[in-house]
């Protein structure tokens, strides 16, 4: 059975920071594309940053430069670094792995605010 379990988010304040994370069970997680999205109400599901299995990165403009993206593979967990957080940040952000099929977690609440 595979699971990706969401894990770190919260409340935080404008510029602070939070690190997510995302166990993976059930998948040959080295094999996979990871990644992290995140969606706010009526609105679509956004990838927000992005790591291959080689370990190449790419993130949207808006979180260029303060999120960071990285993995694991010994633990079978990616992690999203935030850093510098925003109300425009507060979403609920899921994990994705991608190889031969699609998966997802069950989402994890971010909120920026004062």
């Known amino acids: 059975q595979v699971q990706l379990v969401e894990s770190g988010g919260g409340l935080v304040q404008p510029g602070g920071s939070l690190r997510l994370s995302c166990a993976t069970s059930?998948?040959?997680?080295?094999?996979?594309?990871m990644a992290w999205y995140r969606q706010t109400p009526g609105k679509q599901r956004d990838m927000v940053a992005r790591i291959t299995r080689g370990g190449s990165t790419n993130y949207a403009d808006s979180v260029k430069g303060r999120f960071t993206i990285s993995r694991d593979n010994a633990k079978n967990t990616v992690y999203l670094q935030m850093n510098n957080l925003t109300p425009e940040d507060t979403a609920v952000y899921y994990c994705?792995?991608?190889?031969?099929?699609?998966?997802w977690g069950q989402g994890t609440q971010v909120t920026v605010s004062s």
């Open positions: 059930g998948i040959i997680f080295n094999f996979h594309n």
């Open positions: 994705n792995a991608q190889w031969m099929n699609d998966y």
